[in-house]
């Protein structure tokens, strides 16, 4: 168990491994605080190597906290396409905000100051505090929690907070107070790369091999333990690609909940016929010349999962704006520069560059 494990005896070991084995990654450059906590919001969900381009071209139009902070609404979503989880960026808008007005556009050197800012909970204040400040305090993942829990053998539920919370209070005292950043680093290190979460963990490359528990009575691959989440909610829909030559209709989702303020296809509650589908295209004021099936797509949120089916809509030419509150028309120029559509309708996005010559 890990509350009985001396965890002092790893540091070593890794950080003369981290010394060796380090990625080399964008945000690992120029670690500035900035930079940390952007690198740290868009790596929640998303793999490394999905975020470096967005993390370049994010930094590259916001290098700083005054930027982001008086970045426009649509601007702000438009660099965030493809990465998900929209809350993430406005959440890091506000906290921008807030610094400008509280901290004189610097983030706070202080772990706990940090954590008072929207959208960074106890491991992103972790991680900006020790790899930006030096701070000797705990940034706790899923990796960390996984590579803690094999190397000392103890199969706590790591999906209670109270887990979480006792990782790192043990983990605290550990921390080198001169390489904070760097111990914090290697941790993340060791278990996207070594002790992974997927397939084996590759024990003979670990510097923690001679220590570790799980490895000595072969139980890495039942740890750690995960108390099983709810299954997700499924939601039917069709999806509506209503073309009006080389523009395509957009709808902007409403200002709260899932998506908010997303620009999405237009799509209905679950999977309609193509004489549905006409008739609610009329219903916008629309004339549909020809109607064609779509393929099939499937997107999953955290706790929501969408099964899509879609139809191309081809419709008369429009003299004048929609009518309808909320839509509105776009060429390939806009959907490229101002209107940010959610990767869940990636699937139709292919038939909408197809026509707009963009393949």
Partial sequence: MLN???????????????????????????????????????LQQTRVEAVKPYFERFVGQLPDIGALAGCGEERLLKLWEGLGYYNRVRNMQAAARTVMQEYGGNLPADYEALCGLKGIGHYTAGAIASIAYGIPVPAVDGNVLRILMRVSEDDSDIMKQ??????ERLLAPAIPKTQAGAFTQAMMELGATVCVPNGEPKCTQCPWQPYCLACAHGSSSRLPHKSRAKPRKIEEKTVLLIQDGKKILLHRRPSKGLLAGMYEFPNIAGHKTSEEVDAYVTGLRLMPLKIEPLDQAKHIFSHIEWHMTGYLVRIAQ??????????????AELLEEKYAVPSAFARYMKYVRAFQGRL
């Fill in 318 to 331: 429009q003299e004048e704006p929609v009518h309808k509150s909320g839509y509105v028309f776009a060429g």
């Fill in 162 to 167: 109270s887990v979480k919370n006792e990782v």
């Fill in 4 to 42: 009985n494990y001396p965890i002092e005896q790893l540091v070593e070991p890794l950080l003369k491994w981290y010394a060796h084995h380090a990625r080399v990654l964008p945000w690992r450059e120029n670690p500035s605080p900035y930079r940390v906590w952007v690198s740290e919001i868009m």
